[in-house]
């Protein structure tokens, strides 16, 4: 329509906000709605965007780079050890057994051998940018079916790089591409032997790695010492870019150099200052990706091969889905978790956008086989979100709620003087200090893996998701007294106490906090009593340390007591203001300055006294 790069922009943004705020008032994934954006605005609509979306898709690229690399610090090499039995099995189940009969698929279609073994890599991947995006929002990163995404994404990552390795060994009998066939990058593997290509891709692994320790390390120490904000952001860009840059030249994906040099730094001490800088422009880029995506779509394609297409993409869902589940039941994972890890890994990811062009580039795939895939893979992903949200609001109740007919949870009528909502860290200390004191509460929680852990040691506990109203209904709460809120999702909290307080305003609320700021909502809500994690635990720590100097520990006891009252009473005071402007942050330190000179009284006063 128009060359202007800002009538460009402004058409992105504008369609990335109507499209995402429709979708999630429809309560759809946000990655839903910019996938429908980028097909409005793509090359069969609107046509703001150019041909396939290509002129964003290598700009928005950047946004997959940035979250690999963020996934990256969050694995250290501890961890990742750790996790190495369900990555490794979960994950090479999973890729291993979707190859093989995503093999036969393509033979079944006529594909030479060669051919349907590199597509069959590309089916085995799916969409790390989709799913971690759609876990998180939906707060199950810390369920039994996230950290089982997880897992088999993380092996996906790694397994790609040998993927794209072997390669130029499949196509060693092929003709090259021509230089400028690569979209003018120049490509190492091209001016190289084929026996040392794979050489090549092992040596800049390697070199990722002795430049995350030796150089980026010392680089960005120095960075920091200058004191300049801006720095430590270009600082961490350069990092980002320059190891995607250098596993773009050897002909790799600029996404699993991002990875690795991730967890590279995972271990150094600038860490979390890498993710909080990070994490702004990450969303921002991924949002840009998926309405490329949604561009991708070629239609006239889908117009010229409809059956072809569509046999395909059906029967790449199918397999896919048959396996994961396969994959869930020799886990044990229960029937919820499993259909959630089903459903949300069933698409092709991302990085077969890069794979299937690496292998076109290499002689390998023809041009219409190319088309038919980059189409495929663009279907599914756009599928992807609409399965899930069928599988939760239309399988999962019913099937839940089958299962759970054998289960306590559902045939538990006894009403509880006391409801436990969260069984995790938090949770189960609560519920493990009730218990010692013959406290007897109902536990409820969403996890149907911990439910059962937690049943074999010993624990009463029901599986549930607590926001439901007819859950709680269910264990009770009409004639409950008391409601510890004890999940470790904010949002979870707030909406679990809401709807309590609105229809059950009998029941006493004790609510979890993670810090300030989601005190002040639940203040904000009328809820009295609010428990921020480490609160206590801090105070515990600084009397510990004054003691070691000094400091009696009775006096300590009863400043602790009124440090908390002190704050209690700010928290409050401050809750209906507007957070961030200069009269929130004026007020703010008046009153830390009140609470120091209070407790400073206090202490001259007990001091006398004894």
């Known amino acids: 329509m128009t060359g202007s790069l800002l009538f460009v922009a402004i058409i992105l943004l504008a369609g990335a906000i109507i499209c995402v705020s429709i979708a999630k008032r429809l309560g759809l994934s946000s990655v839903l709605g910019y996938l429908i954006a980028g097909v409005v605005i793509g090359p069969y609509m609107l046509g703001v965007i150019g041909e396939e979306g290509q002129d964003i898709m290598h700009i928005s690229e950047f946004g997959v780079v940035i979250m690999l690399f963020l996934i990256g610090l969050e694995i250290e090499p501890k961890n990742f050890w750790e996790m190495r039995k369900t990555i490794l099995g979960m994950g090479g189940i999973q890729v291993s057994l979707t190859m093989l009969l995503s093999y036969y698929l393509f033979t079944s279609f006529d594909y030479e051998s060669k051919v349907a073994l590199v597509l069959s890599m590309a089916v085995a991947l799916s969409s790390t940018a989709i799913v971690l995006q759609t876990i998180k929002e939906k707060g199950l990163m810390h369920t039994t079916s996230g950290a089982s995404a ?3 994404l993380l092996f996906q990552d ?13 196509a060693s009998s092929s003709p090259k591409m021509p230089a400028d066939n690569h979209g003018g990058h120049v490509n190492l593997l091209d001016g190289l032997l084929m026996e040392l290509q794979t050489l090549a891709i092992i040596a800049s692994v390697v070199f990722i790695i002795i430049a995350g320790r030796y150089l980026i390390v010392p680089m960005l120490r120095k960075v920091v010492k200058s004191g300049v904000r801006e720095l430590l952001i270009a600082a961490a860009f350069l990092i980002v870019f320059g190891i995607s840059f250098v596993m773009e030249y050897v002909g790799l994906s600029p996404a699993l150099g991002a990875f690795l040099g991730g967890v590279v730094l995972s271990n150094s001490e600038f860490k979390h200052e890498l993710e909080s800088t990070l994490e702004p422009f990450k969303n921002l880029m991924l949002g840009l990706f998926f309405i490329a995506v949604g561009a991708s779509i070629n239609f006239i394609v889908i117009q010229n091969n409809p059956f072809t297409i569509g ?25 919820d978790q499993n259909l959630l890890l089903t459903f949300n890994l069933s698409q092709v990811g991302e990085f077969a956008f890069v794979l299937l062009s690496f292998a076109f580039q290499s002689s390998i795939l023809e041009q219409e086989q190319l088309d038919i895939m980059l189409v495929v893979t663009a279907l599914t992903m756009g599928i992807t979100p609409i399965a899930s949200m069928i599988n939760e609001r239309l399988i999962l109740p019913r099937i839940g709620t089958k299962e759970s007919v054998k289960r306590p949870m559902d045939e ?4 509880e003087k006391i409801i436990l909502v969260g069984f995790g860290q938090f949770g189960s200390t609560v519920g493990r200090f009730l218990k010692s004191h013959d406290i007897e509460t ?11 852990y937690l049943r074999r040691l010993g624990f009463e506990v029901y599986y549930g998701d607590a926001t439901r109203m007819g859950l709680l209904e269910s264990a009770g709460i009409a004639e409950a007294k008391i409601l510890i809120c004890a999940v470790d999702n904010p949002d979870a909290a707030h909406q679990i106490s809401k709807q309590v307080k609105k229809k059950y305003p009998h029941v006493e609320l004790m609510v979890r906090a993670r810090n300030r700021y989601d005190a002040y909502e639940l203040v904000n809500l009328g809820i009295e009593n609010i428990y921020r994690e480490t609160l206590d635990t801090s105070l515990t720590l600084a009397c510990d340390v004054l003691t070691k100097v000094g400091f009696e520990k009775e006096t300590l006891k009863n400043q602790v007591a009124k440090f908390i009252k002190y704050d209690e009473e700010s928290i409050r005071r401050l809750a209906a203001e507007p957070k961030g402007d200069d009269d929130y942050i004026f007020k703010k330190r008046e009153e830390y300055k009140q609470q120091v000179e209070s407790l400073k009284e206090d202490f001259k006063r007990d001091k006398k006294q004894t």
């Open 412 to 415: 538990h009528t006894k009403s």
């Open 158 to 170: 790694i397994i790609v790089i040998f993927m794209i390795g072997s390669i130029p060994l499949m």
């Open 311 to 335: 046999g395909i993409l059906v029967a790449v869902i199918f397999i896919k889905a048959i396996v994961l589940f396969i994959v869930g039941l020799v886990f044990k994972l229960k029937i």
């Open 150 to 152: 997880f897992s088999i």
């Open 442 to 452: 109902t536990i409820l929680d969403h996890d149907s893996n911990r439910v059962d």
